[in-house]
């Protein structure tokens, strides 16, 4: 955020409950004293849960002063809903057996931490410009697809541009990863930056 000098920040949406997808909530602070307003935050019950027992300070009747101002607001796999005036619709997606959330806003998709997506979900994103899938390395995992399978569900869905995200150390060397990538499939990387139409 600091190096992007983002300085606002409209809606924070959680696809699940994992530490690496929810414990910078703290950093939510600083939009709340220059925005003068709560930050919308948008999960399935499961993950509201998880965050009020993580994050209880927040969510106390009196909640000491300094403490992140959150505005949780419930969604589901099967609704689609409206944040920052910008329609979205979540797509049902599995790491391994857990069930989470990956999202489509207009032509982009953002499907982290993905094992399987059901075949019924797949018809969510047709048509897609941009997608960011993840893939983690080039051996088997148990909850995240590797490079293969990413590669194969890239195929399958045919996205104009993919990007590969949530990557491990042990992925190699950017510029010999992507020399192995086809067209149209790139690893991202910090400080990446894209348009798309939303």
């Known amino acids: ?64 002063p300094g403490a992140p101002q959150l505005q949780l607001h419930r969604i ?11 329609g979205i619709m979540p797509v049902a997606i599995f790491h391994g057996n ?25 018809t969510k994103l047709t048509g897609l410009n941009t997608l960011v899938l993840n893939a983690l390395h080039m051996n088997p995992h148990r909850t995240h697809l590797n490079v293969p399978e990413a590669l194969q569900m890239i195929e399958t869905i045919q996205p104009k541009q993919a990007y590969l995200t949530h990557v491990s150390h042990r992925m190699g060397l950017y510029a010999e990863v992507e020399k192995q990538l086809p067209k149209g499939v790139n690893l991202a990387y910090d400080g990446l930056s894209f348009k798309d139409s939303f």
């Open 98 to 122: 857990l069930p989470i959330l990956g999202f489509r806003i207009g032509n982009f998709a953002y499907l982290t931490d993905v094992k399987t997506i059901p075949e019924a979900e797949m």
């Open 1 to 64: 955020m600091l190096r992007e000098s983002i300085d606002h920040l409209d809606a924070i949406l959680l696809t699940h409950e994992h530490n690496d997808h929810i414990i910078g909530m703290d950093d939510v602070r600083p939009f709340n004293f220059s925005q003068q307003t709560d930050m919308p935050v948008y999960a399935t019950e499961r993950v509201e849960g998880e965050l009020k027992q993580r994050f209880s300070y927040v969510f106390e009747a009196v909640p000491y």
């Open 76 to 86: 589901d796999a099967s609704t689609p809903f409206t944040a920052a005036s910008i």
